[in-house]
Nanobody, 127 residues
Framework: VQLQAFGGGSVQPGGSLRLSCASS????????IAWFRQAPGKEHKGIAC?????????YYSDSVKGRFTISRDIAGNTVILQMNSLKPEDTAVYYC????????????????????WGQGTQVTVSS
């Protein structure tokens, strides 16, 4: 499974960005997908995850709850991370990861749980 994360960029505080995690050739709706981020000098941290497409259970870390939304675009075979009300502390390299789970609706932000990783995409929030 090859994953590609894209959509990063630079934005002012309070702005929005939309990240996408895409797969070539594999139906992501069979996979639990998570987004992680790593800020300079900080550890890798899971911020959002979504279960396989039957239930689409989602989980958010406290740092992004209420501002970020993870969702599936089944037709586009992508998982979206909509990021609103961005803050400077959201600046990081963002990664998506996948683990095949269907028919289970398990999901997690434990990075050791995931089998496949995309390359990172940089998000910079500054004025």
């Amino acid at each position: 499974v090859q994953l590609q994360a894209f959509g990063g960029g630079s934005v002012q505080p309070g702005g929005s960005l939309r990240l996408s995690c895409a797969s070539s050739g594999f139906p992501l709706d069979y996979f639990s997908i998570a987004w992680f981020r790593q800020a300079p000098g900080k550890e890798h941290k899971g911020i959002a995850c979504i279960s396989s497409s039957d239930t689409k259970r989602a989980y958010y870390s406290d740092s992004v709850k209420g501002r970020f939304t993870i969702s599936r675009d089944i037709a586009g075979n992508t998982v979206i991370l909509q990021m609103n009300s961005l803050k400077p502390e959201d600046t990081a390299v963002y990664y998506c990861a996948a683990r095949r789970t269907y028919p289970s609706d398990s999901t997690s932000v434990d990075e050791g749980w995931y089998d496949y990783w995309g390359q990172g995409t940089q998000v910079t929030v500054s004025s």
